[in-house]
């Protein structure tokens, strides 16, 4: 169970940075689930840019291979914040955030 003061990290990256011999955002999961974080989701943009300014696009067919990727975790915050130690050599190029956030209920459905 989470308590009401939560913290929400989001991770910015592309389709196809690595780490690891895996996709950056399929290690980022990887170890987010080994360190029982709260939760996690993998997002996968149809269109964005970075600092680069480079327009990815699933418009144009040999840029819809590198789409943008955003990951979203939740946690307490002194768990968000180790998590970040842990995966910032990681992230070459990106951009991380977090945030305060109400958590105003978390459920496992019961089984019967």
């Known amino acids: 169970m989470l308590p009401a003061k939560g913290k929400l990290l989001r991770i910015f990256i592309s389709e196809k940075d690595k780490h690891d011999g895996l996709p950056l955002y399929e290690w980022i999961l990887k170890k987010a689930k080994e360190l029982k974080m709260a939760g996690a989701t993998v997002f996968r ?12 696009t699933s418009k144009i067919l040999r840029l819809s291979q590198n789409m943008p990727i955003l990951i979203e975790l939740i946690d307490i915050e002194e768990k968000v914040d180790s998590f970040v130690k842990i995966i910032s050599p990681a992230i070459l190029e990106g951009i991380v955030t977090s945030e305060n956030v109400e958590v105003k209920f978390c459920r496992t459905k019961k089984r019967k």
């Open 45 to 56: 943009g149809c269109e964005g840019f970075g600092a680069k300014s480079h327009m990815h």
